[in-house]
């Protein structure tokens, strides 16, 4: 069965950190491109970074130089690790697995984090 599961999301007070896993199944997963997305409340899904499948990463600014992204190959799974959270990462985060050059384009279910005192 091919799927992403995402894990690790929980509540978190303000410069908190949280670490949040993405698992995949039933796909050559060294060969796709992940991507971490959020979706706040009445917001649209926006983009926080990515790390191809060679390993390069990129962030959007409202994270760059707070959060991390990295893959281990070995163990099917992406890491989005969080640091110096603040309110307004709250938000469901998802992960994204392209393939671009075999139109696979997989999502995973999502996973909570809220950041409050």
């Known amino acids: 069965q091919v799927q992403l599961v995402e894990s690790g999301g929980g509540l978190v007070q303000p410069g908190g950190s949280l670490r949040l896993s993405c698992t995949a199944s039933?796909?050559?997963?060294?060969?796709?491109?992940i991507n971490w997305y959020r979706q706040a409340p009445g917001k649209q899904r926006e983009l926080v970074g990515k790390?191809?499948?060679?390993?390069?990463?990129t962030y959007s600014d409202s994270v760059k130089g707070r959060f991390t992204i990295s893959r281990d190959n070995a163990k099917n799974t992406g890491h989005l690790q969080m640091d110096s959270l603040k309110p307004e990462d709250t938000a469901v985060y998802y992960c994204?697995?392209?393939?671009?050059?075999?139109?696979?384009?997989?999502w995973g279910q999502g996973t909570q984090v809220t950041v409050s005192s």
């Open positions: 790390i191809t499948s060679a390993g390069s990463t």
């Open positions: 039933g796909i050559i997963f060294s060969r796709y491109d």
């Open positions: 994204n697995g392209l393939r671009r050059l075999m139109g696979s384009n997989i």
